[in-house]
């Protein structure tokens, strides 16, 4: 895990608690996300997008490790947004040092689904991480 950020309130994020599927794109690869496996305990609240998008093996940048200290791990939620929890004043700051804002944009390591709906979620080029780092290469 990341951390948590001592100058922030933790968000108040329920994780899911029934069966979803999420897609990313533009790599198109979708997870099946069972609630009784989260959280995968990787960066980011637990349950939150970007946890699902390292399970299902989907690079996004995220340069503070996931709490909310920068803005690399900004997505966009194409569908099923109103099924995640609401963002908060923090997460907006952040958001606001972020290019190419939408009404959808939210920070993947905050962004926590409920499982009510299914997610389409949009990594925008400049958030993807094409270089993956070899591990005892």
């Known amino acids: 895990m990341g951390g ?8 108040d ?3 899911a608690t029934q069966k979803f599927k999420i897609t990313f ?6 997870l099946e996300v069972d609630p009784a496996d989260l959280p995968y305990g990787r960066d980011g609240l637990p349950g939150c997008l970007l946890d699902l998008a390292e399970e299902a093996g989907v690079a996004i940048d ?3 490790g996931g709490v909310c200290a920068c803005s690399t791990c900004h997505v966009y939620v194409r569908e099923g947004l109103e099924s995640c929890n609401s963002s908060t004043d923090d997460e907006e700051d952040m958001l ?3 290019r190419g804002i939408e009404i959808t944009s939210r920070l993947a390591c905050q962004c ?3 499982g009510s709906k299914n997610l389409v979620v949009e990594i925008p080029s400049w958030n993807r991480n094409l270089v993956k780092e070899g591990h005892g290469d």
């Open 13 to 15: 994020a329920p994780m």
């Open 96 to 98: 606001d040092e972020a």
């Open 112 to 114: 926590v689904p409920n």
């Open 62 to 64: 995220h340069a503070c």
């Open 25 to 30: 794109l533009p790599e198109n690869v979708t």
């Open 4 to 11: 948590e950020n001592p100058y922030i309130k933790p968000a």
